[in-house]
DNA sequence: GACCCGGAAGGGAA
DNA sequence: GTTCCCTTCCGGGT
């Protein structure tokens, strides 16, 4: 039996599960993902149709109004499709346009909206070609879905928002902090979901058109409703008051505490697609359209009402060192997620600025490198390396008066800024014993080091920013420092 | 001037 | 109390 026959009839079996049918979507998705429409037998037509309906939770197709293969069906044009199917045929033929271009390698954005030419080319579509990321999906998250945003045409064009956790800003009210000129321009056609941006509009000039990546993979799903859109767009106008905002609902939901994860969820939303959008979706390569708008996004999000793209950028420079976002070289505003954003794990954290930048300071660059790898083992010291503990043992050190250890943020300050060779963080290696007496006890509690560098460490200094001295040979001896 | 870089110090939340 | 993830500031570079 023809995998498509046998898709269909599986997918009669299972429509009883909810779930089940949802696999069955997929295992549909990626089966057609894998030919180019205009190779696809009259099943197979069948089966697109089929997965079109369930995946934008349209009315079912009636299989006979498209009774005919792949080739034909690349030949009709949208009135042809607006005929046979006069409520979703716009939807269907963006669709199978998307698909087409898709799987043509010469995806023309300027089609979207136009009457494109379905022709083929003989080409082996990318393997991660329609491959949404993951990392958001759960199979309970009903509340994506198919946005139709107008067109300067008229036209509507289907975009992707399902199984992607809903990432809703969390925004003030458009008096306060974004302007005008970096808000998305809006015109608000009544009983017609907000229009999408025009590229023109936006302040930097850039050519967000060329995002087109992001529409092209992002296909369509299930309807949403008017108010969901509200919700997932927090730039979308009202539609009785025209050219302004709404203000934006706080979420259990809109918990985007991490930069990677914000930028992350406003490249799933081709709404954002003025601030950030998909350069190259296949590597992971974003451009930052415009940088104040998402500094501001981003400082509406974590209530930061000065963010600024200069700081935004150096939180993002901190990604750099653990390998989660790197600059592309050359290219201004542009980016690239290392390794695909769902596979980012929980513990592989975007900055250790403290103790790495004072590791820096007084490590040599084996350990750094050293460090580096320990760092990158999920926080626990890499089992090649032979280590010497002097856990539990006690340091002494008197702490000069000017180091008013009674109060938290000097010891704080203290601790941060020291440093030993070898070690991951002193701020957890060692904990006070008494906060109040001097000299002041360290205790070392998780200090660990590589045997080779042993004597050399013993003989070592710790230092901090305003203390030198050095780290006794009999680690319970008292210290004095003489800062 | 805009963007980029990384050190340093500190804030705030979990 | 500790740790993480930035935020803020800075000097310097392209």
Same mark, same amino acid.
């Given at each position: 039996?023809?995998?498509?026959?046998?898709?269909?009839?599986?997918?009669?079996?299972?429509?009883?599960?909810?779930?089940?049918?949802?696999?069955?979507?997929?295992?549909?998705?990626?089966?057609?993902?894998?030919?180019?429409?205009?190779?696809?037998?009259? @099943?197979?037509?069948?089966?697109?149709?089929?997965?079109?309906?369930e995946e934008y939770s349209i009315e079912a197709v009636p299989a006979d109004k498209f009774d005919m293969n792949g080739k034909a069906l690349c030949l009709l044009k949208r009135s042809d499709f607006m005929e046979r199917v006069p409520k979703n045929g716009d939807l269907l033929y963006n669709a199978l346009n998307k698909l087409v271009q898709k799987n043509s390698g010469a995806y023309d954005s300027s089609t979207t909206s136009g009457t494109p030419s379905l022709s083929y080319q003989n080409v082996t579509p990318s393997p991660s070609a329609f491959q949404i990321p993951q990392q958001f999906s759960s199979p309970d998250q009903t509340n994506g879905g198919l946005v139709l945003?107008?067109?300067?045409?008229?036209?509507?064009?289907?975009?992707?928002?399902?199984?992607?956790?809903?990432?809703?800003?969390?925004?003030?009210?458009?008096?306060?902090?974004?302007?005008?000129?970096?808000?998305?321009?809006?015109?608000?056609?009544?009983?017609?979901?907000?229009?999408?941006?025009?590229?023109?509009?936006?302040?930097?000039?850039?050519?967000?058109?060329?995002?087109?990546?992001? @529409?092209?993979?992002?296909?369509?799903?299930n309807p949403m409703q008017p108010s969901q859109l509200n919700y997932m767009n927090p730039l979308r106008p009202?539609?009785?008051?025209?050219?302004?905002?709404?203000?934006?609902?706080?979420?259990?939901?809109? @918990?985007?505490?991490?930069?990677?994860?914000?930028i992350y969820q406003l490249l799933q939303n081709p709404y954002y697609k003025e601030y950030v959008c998909w350069e190259k979706l296949d590597d992971f390569v974003f451009r930052i359209n415009n940088p104040t708008g998402l500094a501001q996004l981003w400082g509406h999000q974590k209530n930061r009402t000065n963010m600024t793209y200069e700081k935004l950028s150096r939180a993002l420079r901190y990604y750099y060192r653990m390998n989660i976002i790197k600059k592309v070289s050359g290219k201004r505003l542009t980016y690239k997620f290392m390794q695909p954003p769902a596979n980012i794990q929980k513990g592989q954290r975007g900055a250790k600025p403290h103790s790495r930048s004072h590791l820096l300071t007084t490590c040599k660059d084996e350990e750094v490198d050293d460090y580096d790898s320990e760092m990158r083992s999920d926080d626990t010291i890499?089992?090649?390396?032979s280590q010497t503990s002097i856990e539990g043992k006690p340091i002494k050190i008197e702490i000069p008066d000017s180091h008013d250890l009674s109060r938290r943020d000097s010891r704080d300050k203290l601790t941060r800024s020291m440093s030993y060779p070898g070690m991951r963080h002193l701020s957890s290696a060692c904990h006070s014993t008494d906060m109040s007496d001097q000299p002041f006890d360290f205790t070392m509690t998780t200090l660990k080091r590589k045997e080779k560098s042993v004597d050399d460490s013993v003989s070592s200094a710790i230092t901090c920013s305003q203390l030198s001295f050095p780290l006794p040979m009999d680690l319970n001896s008292p210290v004095s420092t003489n800062s």
């Open positions: 039996m023809p995998i498509a026959e046998r898709l269909i009839s599986l997918s009669i079996g299972f429509r009883a599960a909810r779930q089940v049918d949802m696999l069955f979507n997929e295992a549909v998705f990626h089966f057609i993902q894998a030919k180019h429409p205009q190779q696809w037998t009259k @099943d197979e037509v069948a089966v697109w149709l089929r997965w079109c309906g945003l107008p067109r300067s045409n008229a036209q509507t064009t289907a975009v992707y928002t399902t199984k992607v956790k809903p990432y809703v800003p969390i925004l003030p009210h458009p008096a306060n902090h974004i302007t005008k000129q970096e808000i998305l321009p809006v015109t608000t056609v009544p009983g017609i979901l907000s229009p999408a941006p025009s590229p023109s509009d936006t302040g930097s000039g850039s050519d967000v058109d060329s995002c087109t990546e992001y @529409d092209d993979r992002l296909a369509c799903r009202t539609m009785a008051t025209g050219s302004e905002l709404v203000p934006f609902l706080r979420s259990k939901e809109s @918990d985007c505490r991490l930069l990677w994860e914000f890499s089992s090649e390396l």
